[in-house]
C-alpha cells in the first residue's frame, strides 16, 4: 500500500519538474536583448539625407534590384517614438516573423503601405535597410496611434527590403523541367 505522503512527494515533483521545462522553453523562445532591433546599437553607413520629403540614413545598402511601380515587396519593419520600439514586423523570433506585403506604388486599398515607408523603400535594393525619419504627414497624422504615438508625431522606421517581384510575373509558374507554358 502506497502512503499519501509518497503520492503528494511524486506530484509535487512532476509538477516542479513541469515548471523547469516550461520555464527553460520560455526563455529558449523569448528573443534576447540582442536579437531586438535598437537605434542606440544600429551602425550607419551614411548622414542623414533629405529624400522624398523625409530624413533617410542607410544602414546597410542592398545588392539587389530597386522596386519599380506595380512590383510587390516584401519588407521587414520596425516604427520607433521617442526611442520606443512600437511597432514590429518581427514581434516574434525566427520563422513565426511575417514580413509585410505590398505593391509598390499603390496609394490606397488592397495592397497598399504606410505613405512614408513607401516613399523611403524608393531607390533601396532587395537587401537594403535603412532608417527613416517620417514626418507626421507622411506617418500617422492627426489621429496618431493610440496609445503610444500622439498626434502629428514624427516617427523614425527601420524597414529592410527582404524581396522584390517584378510586375507581371507569374509566380505559379516557373520555367524549366517539368512547367507549363501556355
Same mark, same amino acid.
Given at each position: 500500500?502506497?502512503?499519501?505522503?509518497?503520492?503528494?512527494?511524486?506530484?509535487?515533483?512532476?509538477?516542479?519538474?513541469?515548471?523547469?521545462?516550461?520555464?527553460?522553453?520560455?526563455?529558449?523562445?523569448?528573443?534576447?536583448?540582442?536579437?531586438?532591433?535598437?537605434?542606440?546599437?544600429?551602425?550607419?553607413?551614411? *548622414?542623414?539625407?533629405?529624400?522624398? &520629403?523625409? !530624413?533617410?540614413? @542607410? $544602414?546597410?545598402?542592398?545588392?539587389?534590384?530597386?522596386? +519599380?511601380?506595380?512590383?510587390?515587396?516584401?519588407?521587414?519593419?520596425?516604427?520607433?517614438?521617442?526611442?520606443?520600439?512600437?511597432?514590429?514586423?518581427?514581434?516574434?523570433?525566427?520563422?513565426?516573423?511575417?514580413?509585410?506585403?505590398?505593391?509598390?506604388?499603390?496609394?490606397?486599398?488592397?495592397?497598399?503601405?504606410?505613405?512614408?515607408?513607401?516613399?523611403?523603400? *524608393?531607390?533601396?535594393?532587395?537587401? &537594403?535597410? !535603412?532608417?527613416? @525619419? $517620417?514626418?507626421?504627414?507622411?506617418?500617422?497624422?492627426? +489621429?496618431?496611434?493610440?496609445?503610444?504615438?500622439?498626434?502629428?508625431?514624427?516617427?523614425?522606421?527601420?524597414?529592410?527590403?527582404?524581396?522584390?517581384?517584378?510586375?507581371?510575373?507569374?509566380?505559379?509558374?516557373?520555367?524549366?523541367?517539368?512547367?507549363?507554358?501556355?
Amino acid at each position: 500500500m502506497k502512503d499519501s505522503s509518497d503520492e503528494t512527494l511524486s506530484l509535487s515533483r512532476r509538477g516542479a519538474l513541469l515548471s523547469i521545462g516550461l520555464i527553460g522553453t520560455a526563455l529558449a523562445l523569448h528573443p534576447t536583448d540582442s536579437d531586438a532591433l535598437s537605434l542606440k546599437r544600429l551602425k550607419f553607413v551614411t *548622414d542623414w539625407e533629405s529624400f522624398n &520629403g523625409m !530624413r533617410v540614413r @542607410e $544602414i546597410k545598402i542592398g545588392n539587389g534590384i530597386s522596386p +519599380r511601380d506595380g512590383d510587390i515587396c516584401a519588407i521587414h519593419f520596425s516604427i520607433f517614438y521617442d526611442n520606443l520600439e512600437v511597432v514590429s514586423t518581427r514581434e516574434s523570433s525566427g520563422l513565426a516573423a511575417s514580413p509585410v506585403g505590398f505593391t509598390f506604388g499603390a496609394s490606397a486599398g488592397p495592397g497598399a503601405i504606410m505613405p512614408g515607408i513607401m516613399k523611403g523603400v *524608393d531607390g533601396m535594393k532587395v537587401g &537594403g535597410l !535603412r532608417l527613416l @525619419e $517620417i514626418p507626421p504627414e507622411l506617418a500617422f497624422g492627426k +489621429r496618431g496611434k493610440k496609445p503610444l504615438i500622439p498626434e502629428n508625431a514624427t516617427i523614425e522606421v527601420a524597414v529592410q527590403l527582404l524581396s522584390v517581384k517584378r510586375s507581371g510575373t507569374n509566380p505559379n509558374v516557373s520555367p524549366g523541367f517539368g512547367s507549363s507554358m501556355f
